[in-house]
């Protein structure tokens, strides 16, 4: 790190959720898993509106501070920075009032799935906007897409216990 001043430091800290974006093999996983750990406290008790507010405020100060991380660090998007993990995963919890755990994990695996494989248009997303907004924004199609799936099979579950649930 290069010679940082108190709000560089500040900055780098928020982006990679102090220690969870140094722990070793796949950061990117660490950060979903610590906002997973995070969401029944941080995020999923609020109403739709202000989880929404919460996801909004996440993106701006989350592409600020990897705006600032990336400078500070000296690289483009580095994978010590996991804040974007953060939006991206409760983006995908988003829709939901309530997910029983099976559904939480599915969430988790759905959006590491599109996180880490960037379907179209995600991959070209992360260049649509300039430094650590481009980084967010990709982890937003990542959740998007990790949301319509999450709804997808929970859809198919109710589906699937509907019709086999008549006989009791």
């Not at 599109?114 to 980084?135: C, H, M, Q």
Request: net charge positive; with cysteine.
């Amino acid at each position: 790190m290069k010679h940082t001043n108190v709000s560089d430091r500040l900055a780098t800290a928020f982006a990679t959720l102090g220690p969870v974006g140094h722990l070793p093999k796949g950061p990117g996983t660490w950060g979903s898993a610590a906002a997973v750990i995070a969401a029944p406290f941080l995020f999923m008790p609020f109403s739709l509106m202000t989880r929404s507010l919460i996801l909004a405020a996440l993106f701006v100060v989350g592409s600020l501070a990897a705006t600032r991380a990336e400078t500070v660090l000296g690289k483009k998007d580095p994978g010590c920075v996991v804040i974007d993990e953060v939006l991206g995963q409760w983006l995908t919890f988003l829709p939901f009032s309530i997910l029983p755990t099976w559904q939480v994990l599915a969430g988790f695996f759905f959006f590491r799935l599109f996180d880490i494989t960037k379907p179209f248009p995600i991959r070209r997303s992360e260049n649509w906007l300039p430094a650590g907004w481009g980084v967010m924004l990709d982890d937003v199609l990542a959740g998007l897409y990790a949301a319509a799936a999450l709804f997808a099979a929970r859809w198919m579950f109710v589906t699937w216990v509907a019709k086999h649930a008549g006989g009791m």
